[in-house]
Nanobody, 126 residues
Framework: EVQLVESGGGLVQPGGSLRLSCVASGFTFSTYAMSWVRQAPGKGLEWVSTINTGGSSTSYSASMKGRFTISRDNANNTLYLQMNSLKPEDTAVYYC???????????????????WGQGTQVTVSS
């Protein structure tokens, strides 16, 4: 059974940092590119970032580029999202997501993904 378990969210002041983690199980993590997406209150899912299987290629949404860093530890089946210079508009539930196909690395398309974690809440507020 595929499981994606996020952690690391919380309340942080504007300008602060958080590091999110996503522990994966039930599939061969190292053969899947992985993504982070988020959902702000009252809005739809928004793509944040994607990383390829080996971690050598990454992509980011324009509003997060330069502030967020995606990484992975294949030995420990864990995906990370380092978030710096957080803004109130970054407030959302953050999810890690697994694509349906191994080695699939492309612009985020929800139709190409089959599992999302339960999410971790990030609140940026003073």
């Amino acid at each position: 059974e595929v499981q994606l378990v996020e952690s690391g969210g919380g309340l942080v002041q504007p300008g602060g940092s958080l590091r999110l983690s996503c522990v994966a199980s039930g599939f061969t993590f190292s053969t899947y590119a992985m993504s982070w997406v988020r959902q702000a209150p009252g809005k739809g899912l928004e793509w944040v970032s994607t990383i390829n299987t080996g971690g050598s290629s990454t992509s980011y949404s324009a509003s997060m580029k330069g502030r967020f860093t995606i990484s992975r530890d294949n030995a420990n089946n864990t995906l990370y999202l380092q978030m710096n210079s957080l803004k109130p508009e970054d407030t959302a539930v953050y999810y890690c997501a697994k694509p349906t196909r191994p080695y699939y690395y492309s612009d985020y398309d929800v139709k190409e993904y089959d599992y999302w974690g339960q999410g971790t809440q990030v609140t940026v507020s003073s």
